[in-house]
Protein backbone atom coordinates (compact mmCIF):
# COMPACT_ATOMS: atom_id res chain seq x y z
CA UNK A 1 0.00 0.00 0.00
CA UNK A 2 1.29 3.42 -1.02
CA UNK A 3 1.61 6.33 1.55
CA UNK A 4 -0.10 8.15 -1.62
CA UNK A 5 -3.15 5.95 -1.03
CA UNK A 6 -3.57 5.70 2.38
CA UNK A 7 -6.49 7.78 4.37
CA UNK A 8 -6.29 9.02 8.33
CA UNK A 9 -9.48 10.53 10.15
CA UNK A 10 -8.49 13.18 12.43
CA UNK A 11 -11.45 14.55 15.13
CA UNK A 12 -10.99 17.72 16.92
CA UNK A 13 -9.25 18.77 13.72
CA UNK A 14 -9.69 22.66 13.71
CA UNK A 15 -7.04 23.90 16.22
CA UNK A 16 -4.11 22.95 17.91
CA UNK A 17 -3.04 19.09 18.06
CA UNK A 18 -5.69 17.99 15.48
CA UNK A 19 -4.76 21.12 12.82
CA UNK A 20 -1.11 19.61 13.22
CA UNK A 21 -1.71 16.21 12.69
CA UNK A 22 -3.62 16.75 9.68
CA UNK A 23 -0.95 18.96 8.32
CA UNK A 24 1.59 16.38 9.26
CA UNK A 25 -0.57 13.34 7.72
CA UNK A 26 -1.21 15.61 4.22
CA UNK A 27 2.58 16.55 3.97
CA UNK A 28 3.28 12.74 4.02
CA UNK A 29 0.78 11.98 1.21
CA UNK A 30 -1.90 10.94 3.08
CA UNK A 31 -5.52 11.75 2.14
CA UNK A 32 -7.29 13.40 5.51
CA UNK A 33 -10.66 12.95 7.09
CA UNK A 34 -10.78 15.96 9.23
CA UNK A 35 -13.72 16.39 11.95
CA UNK A 36 -14.77 18.86 14.50
CA UNK A 37 -18.25 20.50 15.44
CA UNK A 38 -17.01 23.81 13.61
CA UNK A 39 -14.57 23.06 11.39
CA UNK A 40 -14.93 24.47 7.52
CA UNK A 41 -14.19 23.11 4.21
CA UNK A 42 -10.98 22.88 2.89
CA UNK A 43 -9.90 24.40 -0.46
CA UNK A 44 -7.67 20.84 -0.71
CA UNK A 45 -9.37 18.07 -2.90
CA UNK A 46 -7.36 15.47 -0.31
CA UNK A 47 -8.74 16.92 2.82
CA UNK A 48 -12.68 16.25 3.61
CA UNK A 49 -13.95 17.77 6.61
CA UNK A 50 -17.19 16.60 8.19
CA UNK A 51 -18.51 18.72 10.98
CA UNK A 52 -20.42 17.61 13.63
CA UNK A 53 -19.56 16.47 16.96
CA UNK A 54 -18.25 12.40 17.52
CA UNK A 55 -20.66 11.90 20.64
CA UNK A 56 -23.46 11.76 17.72
CA UNK A 57 -23.09 7.95 16.62
CA UNK A 58 -24.88 9.57 13.04
CA UNK A 59 -22.00 11.98 12.93
CA UNK A 60 -19.42 9.63 13.21
CA UNK A 61 -20.68 7.13 11.18
CA UNK A 62 -21.05 9.74 8.32
CA UNK A 63 -17.49 10.65 8.87
CA UNK A 64 -16.30 7.08 8.24
CA UNK A 65 -19.62 7.22 5.41
CA UNK A 66 -18.38 9.98 3.58
CA UNK A 67 -14.50 9.17 3.57
CA UNK A 68 -15.66 5.97 2.06
CA UNK A 69 -17.50 7.38 -0.68
CA UNK A 70 -14.69 9.98 -1.63
CA UNK A 71 -11.20 8.20 -0.72
CA UNK A 72 -12.41 4.59 -0.62
CA UNK A 73 -10.56 3.04 2.55
CA UNK A 74 -9.82 3.85 6.04
CA UNK A 75 -5.87 3.10 7.28
CA UNK A 76 -5.77 5.11 10.34
CA UNK A 77 -7.92 6.96 12.93
CA UNK A 78 -6.71 9.53 15.34
CA UNK A 79 -8.77 10.18 18.19
CA UNK A 80 -7.80 13.61 19.23
CA UNK A 81 -11.38 15.05 19.96
CA UNK A 82 -11.27 15.45 23.91
CA UNK A 83 -12.86 18.17 26.58
CA UNK A 84 -10.44 18.48 29.46
CA UNK A 85 -12.07 20.28 32.70
CA UNK A 86 -9.91 21.50 35.68
CA UNK A 87 -12.23 21.63 38.85
CA UNK A 88 -12.45 20.50 42.58
CA UNK A 89 -14.21 17.38 42.19
CA UNK A 90 -17.14 18.26 44.41
CA UNK A 91 -17.77 21.33 41.74
CA UNK A 92 -18.24 19.30 38.75
CA UNK A 93 -21.46 19.34 37.52
CA UNK A 94 -24.05 16.78 36.28
CA UNK A 95 -23.92 18.60 32.68
CA UNK A 96 -19.45 19.03 33.01
CA UNK A 97 -20.34 14.75 33.36
CA UNK A 98 -22.25 14.25 30.51
CA UNK A 99 -19.96 16.27 28.56
CA UNK A 100 -16.44 14.68 28.76
CA UNK A 101 -18.04 11.49 28.80
CA UNK A 102 -19.98 11.99 25.81
CA UNK A 103 -17.04 13.53 23.85
CA UNK A 104 -14.27 11.73 25.51
CA UNK A 105 -15.74 8.12 25.72
CA UNK A 106 -19.08 8.09 23.59
CA UNK A 107 -17.41 9.81 20.84
CA UNK A 108 -14.54 7.67 20.61
CA UNK A 109 -16.50 4.11 21.11
CA UNK A 110 -18.74 5.77 17.84
CA UNK A 111 -16.07 6.53 15.77
CA UNK A 112 -13.58 4.37 16.29
CA UNK A 113 -16.49 0.97 16.40
CA UNK A 114 -17.38 2.64 12.69
CA UNK A 115 -13.80 2.99 11.53
CA UNK A 116 -12.57 -0.35 12.91
CA UNK A 117 -15.74 -2.33 10.71
CA UNK A 118 -13.83 -1.05 7.76
CA UNK A 119 -10.34 -1.71 8.63
CA UNK A 120 -11.09 -5.34 9.38
CA UNK A 121 -12.38 -5.18 5.93
CA UNK A 122 -9.05 -4.61 4.13
CA UNK A 123 -7.19 -6.48 7.22
CA UNK A 124 -5.40 -3.50 8.11
CA UNK A 125 -5.53 -0.23 10.15
CA UNK A 126 -4.35 1.81 13.02
CA UNK A 127 -6.45 3.62 16.05
CA UNK A 128 -4.11 6.03 17.96
CA UNK A 129 -6.13 7.87 20.43
CA UNK A 130 -4.42 11.32 22.71
CA UNK A 131 -4.59 10.68 25.95
CA UNK A 132 -2.90 12.53 29.37
CA UNK A 133 0.25 11.87 31.23
CA UNK A 134 -2.57 12.69 34.40
CA UNK A 135 -3.97 9.89 34.13
CA UNK A 136 -0.59 8.13 35.43
CA UNK A 137 0.82 11.38 36.98
CA UNK A 138 -1.82 13.48 38.73
CA UNK A 139 -0.40 16.58 39.99
CA UNK A 140 -1.31 18.48 43.02
CA UNK A 141 -3.31 21.81 41.95
CA UNK A 142 -4.52 20.69 38.59
CA UNK A 143 -7.69 19.05 39.81
CA UNK A 144 -9.05 16.52 36.75
CA UNK A 145 -10.60 13.61 37.96
CA UNK A 146 -13.27 13.53 35.04
CA UNK A 147 -10.46 13.69 32.61
CA UNK A 148 -8.75 10.86 34.47
CA UNK A 149 -11.94 8.82 34.84
CA UNK A 150 -12.42 9.68 31.47
CA UNK A 151 -9.02 9.13 29.68
CA UNK A 152 -7.72 6.53 31.91
CA UNK A 153 -10.96 4.19 30.32
CA UNK A 154 -9.29 5.03 27.04
CA UNK A 155 -5.58 3.99 27.99
CA UNK A 156 -7.26 0.44 29.04
CA UNK A 157 -9.27 0.78 26.07
CA UNK A 158 -6.41 0.54 23.51
CA UNK A 159 -4.62 -2.01 25.17
CA UNK A 160 -8.00 -4.34 24.60
CA UNK A 161 -8.36 -3.16 21.27
CA UNK A 162 -4.47 -3.94 20.53
CA UNK A 163 -4.78 -7.67 21.90
CA UNK A 164 -8.55 -8.34 20.20
CA UNK A 165 -7.30 -7.12 16.75
CA UNK A 166 -3.57 -8.50 16.85
CA UNK A 167 -4.20 -10.92 14.72
CA UNK A 168 -6.38 -9.26 12.53
CA UNK A 169 -4.14 -6.40 11.26
CA UNK A 170 -5.03 -3.55 13.40
CA UNK A 171 -2.91 -1.62 15.65
CA UNK A 172 -4.09 0.12 18.41
CA UNK A 173 -2.03 3.13 20.54
CA UNK A 174 -2.15 6.17 22.74
CA UNK A 175 -0.48 9.05 23.25
CA UNK A 176 -0.60 10.62 26.79
CA UNK A 177 0.57 13.95 26.30
CA UNK A 178 1.51 16.52 29.00
CA UNK A 179 0.88 20.04 29.07
CA UNK A 180 1.31 21.49 25.34
CA UNK A 181 1.05 24.91 24.03
CA UNK A 182 -2.31 24.68 22.36
CA UNK A 183 -5.22 27.68 22.77
CA UNK A 184 -6.46 25.72 25.66
CA UNK A 185 -3.47 27.15 27.97
CA UNK A 186 -3.76 31.08 27.70
CA UNK A 187 0.00 32.66 26.99
CA UNK A 188 0.41 34.41 30.37
CA UNK A 189 0.17 30.75 32.14
CA UNK A 190 2.66 29.04 29.77
CA UNK A 191 5.78 30.40 32.24
CA UNK A 192 3.90 29.14 35.12
CA UNK A 193 2.84 25.48 33.42
CA UNK A 194 6.22 25.10 32.21
CA UNK A 195 7.37 24.81 35.83
CA UNK A 196 5.11 21.63 36.37
CA UNK A 197 6.97 19.34 33.83
CA UNK A 198 10.45 18.27 34.89
CA UNK A 199 12.45 19.71 31.60
CA UNK A 200 10.85 23.06 32.85
CA UNK A 201 8.96 23.58 29.63
CA UNK A 202 5.93 22.72 27.90
CA UNK A 203 5.35 20.40 24.98
CA UNK A 204 4.75 22.00 21.14
CA UNK A 205 1.90 20.61 19.45
CA UNK A 206 4.54 18.83 17.30
CA UNK A 207 6.37 16.88 19.95
CA UNK A 208 2.72 15.60 20.20
CA UNK A 209 2.39 14.79 16.34
CA UNK A 210 5.77 13.21 15.99
CA UNK A 211 4.85 11.18 18.52
CA UNK A 212 1.85 9.86 16.62
CA UNK A 213 3.61 9.77 13.29
CA UNK A 214 6.09 7.50 15.07
CA UNK A 215 3.60 4.97 16.43
CA UNK A 216 2.10 5.11 12.55
CA UNK A 217 5.34 4.16 11.32
CA UNK A 218 5.77 1.60 13.70
CA UNK A 219 4.35 -1.49 12.38
CA UNK A 220 5.98 -3.81 15.34
CA UNK A 221 4.22 -1.34 18.31
CA UNK A 222 0.54 -2.33 19.81
CA UNK A 223 -1.01 -1.46 22.78
CA UNK A 224 1.59 1.34 23.69
CA UNK A 225 0.86 4.32 25.60
CA UNK A 226 3.39 6.79 24.72
CA UNK A 227 4.51 9.26 26.66
CA UNK A 228 5.15 12.71 25.40
CA UNK A 229 5.28 15.00 28.88
CA UNK A 230 8.69 15.83 29.62
CA UNK A 231 9.03 13.65 31.93
CA UNK A 232 6.32 14.31 34.14
CA UNK A 233 5.26 10.00 33.69
CA UNK A 234 8.34 9.00 35.11
CA UNK A 235 8.20 11.11 38.35
CA UNK A 236 9.17 14.57 40.81
Known amino acids: MSIANKVAIVTGASQGIGAGLVKAFRDRGYRVIANSRSIKPSNDPDILTVAGDVADRAVAERI ?5 AK ?3 IDTLVNNAGIFMLKPFTAFTAEDYAAQIGVNLTGFFNI ?16 VTISTSLVDHPIDGVPSVLTSLTKGGLNAATKSLAIEYAKRGIRANAVSPGIIKTPMHAPEKHAALAGLAPVRRIGEVDDVVQAVLYLESAGFVTGEILHVDGGSSAGH
Open 64 to 68: VREGL
Open 71 to 73: FGR
Open 112 to 127: TQAAVAEMEKQGSGHL
